[in-house]
C-alpha cells in the first residue's frame, strides 16, 4: 500500500476530497483508495493495488495534478495506527476466548516495523486499554489482563461515535484501521441505527476488519457486522 500525496496550491485547502480527486494507476491490479486526508496544503490518498512500479495520475475535478508524491506507507514515519475493538461480554464463549487471545498476541507480535496499536474493549462505551503504541510488553500486558463482563455491548453506538470523534473530528494524515472482535451487530441501539453507522462509513470510510464469534443464535447480527468490513 501506497500514500499518494497531492501539494495544494491553497485553492482547495480545507476542503473534502471526496468526489473531486480521482487517481488511476499503471498496474496490474486496479488502485482502490482506502482512506484520505485532507490538510491545510496538501491532500494524502492511501491507496491499495498500485503495485511496485505503479505511477498514478491524480486528478482534482477536471485538472491534472502536477506536485505529486508517492511512497510506500512502511517508509513512513508512523506507517499505521491499528485500533483493535473488543467484545469483552459474557457472550463470547471460553473457547473463543482463548482463540481471541492467540489472535491478539500473533498480531502484536507481527506488526509492521513501527506500526502502533491500541487494544480497546467496549460495551456501551470504549474502554481504552492502551493509547497507541508500538511497545510489545504493554500489548501483551493489555492482552494478558482482558476480563469478560457480564455486560450488555452496543457496537453501532460505540463504534459511530468512536469515528465521528478520532476519524472525522480530530483526523490526522495517518492511515487507521479497525479491527472489531465481536458477536455481531445489536439490532436495538442506544443511539444509532446500524444504517446510521454504514452511511457515516460510506461518507468517511476508514477499513474496518470484523472478526466474528457464533454464539447459537447471532446468524443475523454477525451479517450486519460482516457488512461493516465492505
Known amino acids: 500500500m501506497k ?5 495544494l496550491t491553497g485553492i482547495l485547502a480545507g476542503c473534502m476530497v471526496a468526489g473531486i480527486i480521482g487517481i488511476s494507476a499503471l498496474a496490474d491490479g486496479q488502485a482502490v483508495v482506502l482512506e484520505t486526508y485532507t490538510g491545510d496544503a496538501e491532500v ?5 493495488g498500485m503495485g511496485d512500479d505503479g505511477q498514478p495520475g491524480v486528478q482534482i475535478a477536471t485538472a491534472e495534478a502536477e506536485r ?11 506507517p499505521m495506527q491499528t485500533t483493535v475493538m473488543l467484545d469483552n461480554s459474557l457472550s463470547i464463549s471460553e473457547t473463543d476466548r482463548g482463540k481471541i487471545t492467540e489472535f491478539l498476541q500473533d498480531l502484536i507480535a507481527d506488526r509492521m516495523e513501527k506500526e502502533e496499536i491500541r487494544i480497546a474493549s467496549f460495551s456501551e462505551e470504549v474502554q481504552m486499554l ?14 494478558d489482563s482482558i476480563a469478560y463482563q457480564d455486560q450488555e455491548t452496543y457496537l453501532t453506538d460505540v463504534l459511530y461515535d468512536l469515528l465521528s470523534a478520532e476519524y ?23 443511539g444509532y441505527t446500524k444504517d446510521e453507522l454504514y452511511a457515516l462509513l460510506k461518507s468517511s ?17 454477525l451479517e450486519n457486522m460482516f457488512a461493516l468490513s465492505r
Open 44 to 48: 494524502s490518498v492511501y491507496v491499495k
Open 168 to 190: 472525522i473530528q480530530d483526523a490526522r494524515d495517518v492511515y487507521h484501521r479497525i479491527i472489531v472482535i465481536s458477536d455481531g451487530v445489536d439490532n436495538k441501539s442506544l
Open 205 to 221: 470510510p476508514v477499513p474496518i476488519y470484523t472478526i466474528g464469534c457464533v454464539n447459537g443464535n447471532n446468524n443475523e447480527e
Open 3 to 7: 500514500r499518494v500525496r497531492k501539494v
Open 68 to 78: 505529486v508524491q508517492v511512497q510506500p506507507v512502511s517508509q513512513l514515519e508512523v
Open 130 to 143: 492502551t493509547d497507541y503504541t508500538n511497545d510489545y510488553g504493554t500489548l501483551k500486558k493489555a492482552v
